[in-house]
């Protein structure tokens, strides 16, 4: 990775805490500490992958009241909950509201580890997916309104000859619509437009969701 990944850490007890940060600290993660839910959410956070680990119990709101607050405010790290040995079904609930996983204190520090590690994972994966997806959606930008109407009905399996009428143009005038919409896309091949469109989304008139 080319940004290095930081640990979140809201926990309330600040031995614990210092405990984390030494641990992530030890296999060349950085990580930022907070006591509260609302330290977090007042903090000012890098924009870099990362993971959040949560103790399930926290002072002024739970921690599963703070992952549904997570989400309202459009914060996508992974969770990693920590919880006592009788909140077990909260940590449930936990795990089906989208928390990576759940340790039960006290914890060993290799399964910490492992479960961070997952989670950074599967944050710079989205990460790059939303990256990809931006970029594919500025090379579509470049297309002409009649290019992106080629690519729709191209793509949806429609020969040229039946494109050609459906647009009311010349079967030569697609051919080259559809040649500049497959170079401006950087397409090589009919399959890899067809792949593009499905990640666009593209409907049959040319137009596609507006990325978030």
């Known amino acids: 990775m080319s940004e290095t990944a930081i640990v979140h850490i809201v926990e309330d007890d600040e031995s614990l805490r210092a405990s984390l940060d030494s641990l992530f600290r030890s296999v060349g993660l950085a990580t930022r500490l907070y006591g509260s839910a609302r330290a977090f959410m007042e903090a000012d ?125 010349s079967e030569i005038t697609v051919k080259i619509h559809r040649g500049h919409a497959m170079r401006k896309m950087g397409a090589r091949s009919l399959a890899d437009l067809v792949r593009m469109a499905e990640a666009l989304q593209l409907r049959p008139d040319g137009t596609v969701e507006r990325p978030a």
């Open 45 to 169: 956070r890098p924009d870099a992958p990362g993971c959040l680990v949560l103790d399930i119990r926290l002072p002024g709101m739970s921690g599963l009241d703070f992952q549904a607050q997570l989400q309202e405010s459009g914060v996508r790290l992974p969770v990693i909950l920590m919880t006592g040995f009788g909140d077990i079904p909260m940590s449930v609930r936990g795990m089906k509201a989208g928390a990576v996983d759940f340790l039960t204190k006290p914890f060993r520090d290799q399964d910490m580890l492992d479960a961070v590690a997952t989670a950074i994972e599967r944050d710079t994966a989205r990460r790059a997916a939303e990256g990809d997806a931006a970029d594919l959606h500025g090379l579509f930008g470049t297309l002409s309104p009649r290019e992106r109407q080629v690519m729709a009905l191209v793509t949806a399996g429609k020969m040229n000859k039946q494109v050609a009428g459906d647009l009311n143009l």
